[in-house]
């Protein structure tokens, strides 16, 4: 069993920063892909950023610049480094971890941008 814990979401004003966490826990042997989504009210999840394990990276277009993904892989935890943030940026975050050829899901947390 594989839990994951998100932290970090909030209400922030645009132009704002928020550093969101996911920590994973229990039956781990290695992580290979970390990975941030996100969904929007009415829009399909999406892709914002992903690592592999030897810390090659790949962000969305649409936050390239602003967000930086990174992990931690004594503490089998992954970040992201949200700046600038913008009104469109509001939607849940998702991290998803895949491990031994699975996927995991964290529970989401919200992300919110005021204008």
């Known amino acids: 069993q594989v839990q994951l814990v998100e932290s970090g979401g909030g209400l922030v004003q645009a132009g704002g920063s928020l550093r969101l966490s996911c920590a994973a826990s229990g039956n781990i042997f290695r992580i290979n892909i970390m990975g941030w989504y996100r969904q929007a009210p009415g829009k399909q999840r999406e892709l914002v950023a992903a690592i592999s394990s030897i810390g090659i990276t790949n962000h969305a277009d649409s936050v390239k610049g602003r967000f930086t993904i990174s992990r931690d892989n004594a503490k089998n935890t992954v970040y992201l480094q949200m700046n600038s943030l913008k009104p469109e940026d509001t939607a849940v975050y998702y991290c998803?971890?895949?491990?031994?050829?699975?996927?995991?899901w964290g529970q989401g947390t919200q992300v919110t941008v005021s204008s």
């Open positions: 998803k971890i895949d491990t031994a050829g699975r996927f995991y």
